[in-house]
């Protein structure tokens, strides 16, 4: 069996392969969001995100100052955060915080939205990246409809139900944010975001 076993390798030539995919698309998006779709797709081995992925004018720049500040992360599942490599701030579970599971079952709602809920008091000015569940972003919705801003929303949630309505309903609010639209997204593509958005920053750094 023969196949490719060096990591710098693998890593060269999968890089080298995102960007053929990538070539017909290069035009639709600006260098830096380009890198984040870059890095989801390499991540998820799907270059069909190129057709997916939205990114608020606004987004990169608001990350990246947002970082520059130790802004925290704010996640709404643990598969997020524990995705997320490199960064030196405080990195939280929406759905691990204190006393959410008894909140979600006594009112009848996912541990998502709990979650989101029992977040507020911390979601101004961090960065949120949601993931997993639709009901977090329905969430965060609400509470940004009530005067919540955060810097920045990752929201990639997946799933036939409530996910591409929420999304939707994400980019016509007056926040920077990168969107995976319709039903595709997942945990590895918003931590491959946030991830691709530390990556930005390292590099103006140097």
Known sequence: ???????????ARSRA?????LAPFAHSFSGDALAILRRVVHATGDPGFAELLAVHPCAVAAGLLAFEYGAR???????VAAGI???GGEVLVAVERPGVSGEAGRLGITRA???????????AGSVVAI???????????????EGVRPALVVG?????VGAAEAKEALMARDVPWVVVRGTKG????????????????EEKLR
């Not at 939205?113 to 977040?119: D, F, I, Q, T």
């Not at 593509?189 to 920053?201: E, P, T, W």
């Open 1 to 11: 069996m023969c196949y490719v076993a060096h990591p710098e390798e693998i890593e």
């Open 17 to 21: 392969a995102v960007d053929r995919l």
């Open 73 to 79: 992360i704010i996640c709404d599942v643990k598969m």
């Open 85 to 87: 490599t490199g960064y």
């Open 113 to 123: 939205l709990a979650g989101v809920r029992a977040c507020r008091p911390l979601l």
């Open 131 to 145: 993931g997993n569940a639709p009901t977090a972003l329905f969430g965060l919705l609400e509470l940004m409809d």
């Open 156 to 160: 990639t949630p997946v799933g036939f």
């Open 186 to 201: 997942g945990s590895t593509v918003a931590a491959a975001i946030v991830n691709a958005l530390l990556a930005l920053r």
